[in-house]
Nanobody, 127 residues
Framework: QVQLVESGGGLVQAGGSLRLACAASGRTFSTHTLGWFRQAPGKEREFVAA????????YYVDSVKGRFTIFRDNAQNTVYLQMSSLKPEDTAVYYC????????????????????WGQGTQVTVSS
């Protein structure tokens, strides 16, 4: 049974940093694309970042570019999201997810579905 477990969330002041981790079990995901999403209260779930199987390509939503970094450790079957310069608007439940396809010609395909999801970890940024 596939399981994704996020950790590392918490309360941080604006300008601070957090590192989220998502550990996968039940199968290896070294050939899969891994992503992070978030959902703030009263809002729809939003894509945050994705990383290709080798870790050589990443893709971010504009609002986190330059502040967040996604990286992975395939030996540990884990994906991370390093978040810096946090803002109150980054407050949300953060979810990791897995899908098969990165995209064509090296570009991230935003339309490919994610097939496995974690339960989420709360990140709260105070002003």
């Amino acid at each position: 049974q596939v399981q994704l477990v996020e950790s590392g969330g918490g309360l941080v002041q604006a300008g601070g940093s957090l590192r989220l981790a998502c550990a996968a079990s039940g199968r290896t995901f070294s050939t899969h694309t891994l992503g992070w999403f978030r959902q703030a209260p009263g809002k729809e779930r939003e894509f945050v970042a994705a990383i290709n199987p080798s870790g050589g390509r990443t893709y971010y939503v504009d609002s986190v570019k330059g502040r967040f970094t996604i990286f992975r450790d395939n030996a540990q079957n884990t994906v991370y999201l390093q978040m810096s310069s946090l803002k109150p608007e980054d407050t949300a439940v953060y979810y990791c997810a897995v899908r098969y396809i990165w995209g064509q010609s090296g570009s991230y395909d935003i339309n490919q579905p994610y097939i496995y999801w974690g339960q989420g970890t709360q990140v709260t940024v105070s002003s």
